[in-house]
């Protein structure tokens, strides 16, 4: 069974810094591109950031560029993103996604059950 569980959510102030992570389990973790969406409250869901298996490839929805980092630990079976100068705008519920390497498909195969974001003004 796969699990992706995140962790590392939480109440910050504009200005401050976060790191996510997301743990897997049940597949295997190196043949699977990982991604962090979100949504905010009234919104559809958006992309964040995507990693390929070794992170050689690393896309980010300009919004986040310069501020946020995707990274990944292969060995630990995590997907990290580090957060920084957070806006109120980044605010959401943050989705860890997983999706195999060689999909025909676009959308993601397996995702964590979310956690929330809130960043004050």
């Known amino acids: 069974q796969v699990q992706l569980v995140e962790s590392g959510g939480g109440l910050m102030q504009a200005g401050g810094s976060l790191r996510l992570s997301c743990a897997a389990s049940g597949l295997t973790f190196m043949n699977y591109y990982m991604a962090w969406f979100r949504q905010a409250p009234g919104k559809e869901r958006e992309f964040v950031a995507r990693?390929?298996?070794?992170?050689?490839?690393?896309d980010y929805v300009d919004s986040v560029k310069g501020r946020f980092t995707i990274s990944r630990a292969n060995a630990e079976n995590a997907v990290y993103l580090q957060m920084n100068d957070l806006k109120p705008e980044d605010t959401a519920v943050y989705y860890c996604?997983?999706?195999?390497?060689?999909?025909?498909?676009?959308?993601?195969?397996?995702w964590g059950q979310g956690t929330q974001i809130t960043v004050s003004s």
């Open positions: 996604a997983a999706r195999l390497y060689n999909s025909r498909r676009s959308e993601y195969d397996y």
């Open positions: 990693i390929s298996r070794w992170g050689s490839n690393i």
